[in-house]
Each structure stands twice: as structure tokens, then as C-alpha cells.
């Protein structure tokens, strides 16, 4: 007797899905219509999200973020430079975004992704930008994410350059919140190693091995330390289609409804970036102010994350 109802119901699966298919906008358009999304969410609802630190055990700072599917992993490693003479006393941030073909089916192998060098550009934009406001806007000192001058080992002699790569495992949508996501839990984890200076006036590393054993030169810092991050930045982009906005698109989602804007604010909610790539959908002025509300909601609740993560790490 349950065979005509499973039939049934899988010939109606597939004609869901073949309408799915055949038609992606009327489709999600019947959803948006019922203020719901296909995977159950609310218009304005972001996915489920997860951080773990310590995701690579041979970078100095590591983190791996996840938004629904969509997954980051950064690492940081640190070289000892030579600060530039404009700044002798600041050390400096390499950034570098990566998306091989695992992450997505449209990254082909030996073809750059379109979207990596945008993203990295974004990335760069948002935390030097934050670290920047050190020098250009001294009224706003605690604005900034990083204060370059931590970075700095002996004055116009050696500094730290903190080279931080970031690899999409899966692109599923979203794809800068994710990166921008794993990049502060990877300055969050960061500690910075303990050097000395050698005889020749040059800075050398000290291994774990002498980390705890006596050593001949006194060291330049004495223990791993980690950086003073404040008004961390968070993002959120959102889907402009019709009348309706879309928080935390997904793949499907953003290669359907093309016009997207990303939101940018640090932990006090100050506006840090605003992107809109084009789009046939203006960003009126009511639909930026509900992104932006929307990115404050968002911001508490990332904030939460990455504090929960931090603190569940120092009870490990």
C-alpha cells in the first residue's frame, strides 16, 4: 500500500527539482514571496556558523571559519624585516587570497578565479584600512584593528612582516565574510615568536627547544606574546532583489539575484566598507540602512562566536 506514495512522492520531487532547475528565479521567487528561502531560512537569517583556532599547526596564528558551507581556512607566519625609513618603528601585513579548483566547480585548474583578486583586494582595503587610521586619523588611536607599532622589533633595524594567506576549501556563497571571518580569528590565535639578536646585530628566531632553556643573549621579547586587537571588523552581505534583501546569500542565490552589497563595521559599530560590485538593483537609501541594520545584528553575533572560541581555547 506504500508504494503508490513513495512513487508519488518522488515524481514530485523531481518535478520540483526539474522546476528548480528550468526556472532558478520563479522558483526562488515563490519562496520570497512566503518571506522564506529554499533552505528554510528566514529572509534576513545568516547561516550557522563555526570557528575553530589552531587549524595549522606550523603557522604562528591559525583559524578555520565556517559560514553554512562556505569554509576558510588563514594562517599567519612571521618573517623578520627591515622596516622602511618612513616607518622604522612599524612592522607590516601581507595578505594574500587563494582559490583552488577543490572549492568550487566553476575554479578551474591553471585558471585563476575571477574572484580571488578581488576578494584579496577587499581583505587588504578593510585591514589596512583599519590599520591605517592609526597614522592618518591620530583623534580615532583606538580605531584601528592593528597597531603596526607592535610590530616592531628595533627601531628602523628589524620588524615583523605578518604574511597572512587565506584558502577557500568551499565556495559556497558569502565568500568575503568567511575570509575576513578567518582572518581576525587568525590575528585572534596569533602569537608572536621570541627572537634575540646574535652577535652580528642580526635577529634570530629561538626554537621551543630554548624556549625554556638559559640562554647566552638576552632576548629582544622574552615570551610569546599576542597582539592588541580593537574594533575588530565583521562583514555581512546581503542580496538586493526587488523589494526583498537576503542576508548571508548562498552560491545558488548569488548567481540568480546578481545585486549584492557588502557591509563592513567594526565591534562599535562603526562603518568600516561598504561594497556594491554593480547590479541591475539600486541600493536606495531604506535598503542600505536595512543591510546595515542587519550587519549590526550580525556583528554581536560574531563577536559572540569568535569570544566563546577564544575563551573555550584558554580552558583547553
Not at 208 to 231: I, Q
Request: proline share 6%.
Amino acid at each position: 500500500m506504500g508504494l503508490p506514495d513513495a512513487s508519488e512522492d518522488l515524481s514530485s520531487e523531481m518535478e520540483v527539482d526539474a522546476f528548480r532547475r528550468l526556472f532558478p528565479l520563479r522558483y526562488f521567487e515563490r519562496h520570497l514571496s512566503e518571506s522564506i528561502r529554499p533552505d528554510a531560512r528566514p529572509l534576513g537569517r545568516a547561516r550557522d556558523t563555526t570557528l575553530a583556532l589552531g587549524a595549522v599547526a606550523s603557522a604562528h596564528g591559525s583559524a578555520l571559519a565556517k559560514i553554512g558551507s562556505t569554509t576558510m581556512l588563514a594562517a599567519i607566519k612571521m618573517e623578520v624585516m627591515t622596516p622602511s625609513t618612513e616607518s622604522p618603528d612599524e612592522g607590516s601585513i601581507a595578505i594574500d587570497f587563494h582559490m583552488p579548483p577543490i572549492c568550487s566547480p566553476i575554479v578551474r585548474p591553471g585558471r585563476p578565479a575571477e574572484a580571488a583578486p578581488v576578494i584579496s583586494k577587499q581583505l587588504s582595503d578593510t585591514i589596512s584600512r583599519q590599520v591605517k587610521s592609526f597614522l592618518c586619523y591620530p583623534f580615532l588611536l583606538n580605531s584601528g584593528m592593528i597597531n603596526l607599532k607592535e610590530l616592531s622589533l628595533v627601531s628602523g633595524k628589524a620588524a615583523w612582516m605578518a604574511y597572512l594567506d587565506i584558502y577557500c576549501l568551499d565556495a559556497d556563497g558569502a565568500l568575503f565574510d568567511a575570509a575576513l571571518l578567518s582572518a581576525v580569528a587568525a590575528f585572534s590565535h596569533l602569537q608572536i615568536p621570541i627572537v634575540s639578536l646574535n652577535d652580528d646585530g642580526k635577529i634570530e628566531l629561538i626554537s621551543e627547544e630554548d624556549d625554556g632553556a638559559k640562554l647566552e643573549v638576552e632576548p629582544v621579547n622574552k615570551e610569546k606574546r599576542k597582539l592588541t586587537l580593537s574594533s575588530i571588523p565583521f562583514s555581512l552581505t546581503c542580496i538586493l532583489h526587488k523589494n526583498y534583501i537576503l542576508a548571508d546569500p548562498t552560491a545558488e542565490e548569488e548567481s540568480i539575484m546578481e545585486t549584492a552589497v557588502t557591509v563592513v563595521l567594526d565591534s562599535s559599530s562603526r562603518l568600516v566598507s561598504f561594497y556594491k560590485p554593480g547590479g541591475p538593483v539600486l541600493a536606495h537609501t531604506s535598503a542600505v540602512q536595512d543591510c546595515v541594520a542587519l550587519t549590526r545584528q550580525r556583528v554581536k553575533e560574531l563577536q559572540n562566536i569568535l569570544d566563546e572560541t577564544l575563551s573555550g581555547m584558554e580552558i583547553d
